[in-house]
């Protein structure tokens, strides 16, 4: 079962409307609204599901601690996360069950790791 969030929307880009930023537990992130039925706004708040969008390879090693759980790369939706790989959840600025992370990399799990992903997917 996925854990929903409460989010605010901050922005909506006007280019790309399925491109939002959102504040959710403290951190602002850019995320893919794969799934939207209905119309979001700016300043208004919404109970979210999220996932990843992981690389074919080499997108996880072990990592100190950083200053921030999202770094943002460049103007896409690429980003690295930071977090705790716990068994089947990666566990970041919200938990991300399921990833398969643990399956690939083993030896990494009980760590504190830096993992770069594509994208991260948002639906409403």
Do not use: W
């Amino acid at each position: 079962m996925t854990k929903k969030y409460e989010v605010l929307v901050v922005e909506i880009d006007e280019v790309v409307e399925e491109a939002v930023v959102l504040l959710v537990n403290g951190v602002i992130v850019k995320c893919f609204a794969s799934y939207c039925p209905f119309k979001i706004e700016v300043g208004k708040q919404y109970e979210v599901e999220f996932d990843l969008v992981l690389p074919d390879h080499d997108f996880v090693v072990v990592a100190q601690e950083a200053s921030a759980p999202v770094e943002m790369i460049g103007g896409g939706f690429s980003c690295v996360l930071y977090g705790y790989l716990d068994g089947s959840v990666f566990r970041s600025f919200v938990d991300f069950p399921d990833q398969e992370i643990h399956y690939e990399f083993p030896y990494l799990n009980e760590k504190y790791v830096k993992v770069t992903v594509g994208r991260i997917d948002v639906a409403f």
